[in-house]
């Protein structure tokens, strides 16, 4: 029987090199509007970093709060262009990791941390370049007992997020792009750009047309003088 709660799963596949590269001039707000706006990492995990942009490939890891022992072997296990996804639980009490993993990564050639918990040497990541999302920021330092889970399915504020998983971050947030949907979804954002660029020519000549607002405000029966 399987130690559930405490193991180490291998991970069976991942997004490829090549498709993570096309989304590097990618935004999130195109990745959320092509998946319905129905996914996200919640506006609770907020960027410690702003230099660098994050994409990679998810390596997932499920903790007990306040605890990162999965999270130092998940490091030894990351290959480069991983990004660390953690769920501890959302608790901000104990800090998951801190400047010296963020090291580990970035010699390991991971690159970023997503973690549904806290942080803590914060000045590390604000003055460097390595991207990283959290729920706070604490002093005070983890356990590392366990238990915990290495490549399992996890979720943050309702994004589920499976190993091998796309993973993107920037300014507005995070967000998970299942690996068999990616090209799919990079398809339809190109349209939106083309389309986004075109709304933008419009709004300088003064072409736009807004009369879609009146329409929407009559079909609702909104009324004004």
């Not at 706070?136 to 091998?164: A, F, L």
Request: proline share 4%.
């Amino acid at each position: 029987m399987e130690n559930i709660g405490f193991r180490i799963l291998k991970r069976e596949s991942k997004v490829s090199s090549t498709v993570i590269k096309k989304f590097e001039n990618v935004v999130t707000p195109h990745v959320s509007d092509n998946m319905s706006r129905m996914f996200s990492g919640g506006t609770k995990l907020k960027p410690y970093c702003m230099l660098g942009k994050l994409l990679g490939a998810a390596l997932t890891v499920k903790t007990r709060p306040g605890d990162n022992l999965m999270v130092h072997k998940a490091i030894d296990l990351a290959e480069p262009g991983d990004v660390l996804v953690v769920d501890a639980g959302g608790d901000t009490t104990n800090a998951i990791v801190g400047e010296i993993m963020m090291k580990l990564s970035i010699k390991k050639g991971i690159k970023g941390f997503v973690i549904n918990g806290a942080i803590r040497d914060s000045s590390a990541f604000w003055n460097g370049d390595f991207p990283v999302y959290a729920r706070g920021v604490t002093h005070r330092g983890p356990y590392k007992d366990g238990p915990g889970e290495i490549n399992v399915p996890i979720s943050i504020d309702g994004m589920v997020i499976q190993p091998g998983d796309l993973v993107l971050g920037d300014e507005d947030g995070v967000i998970a792009i299942p690996q068999t949907l990616t090209l799919d979804i990079l398809e339809h954002i190109k349209s939106q750009e083309k389309n986004e660029l075109e709304i933008f020519q419009a709004i300088e000549n003064g072409s736009v047309d807004r009369t879609w607002v009146d329409a929407i405000l009559k079909e609702k029966g909104c009324e004004w003088n």
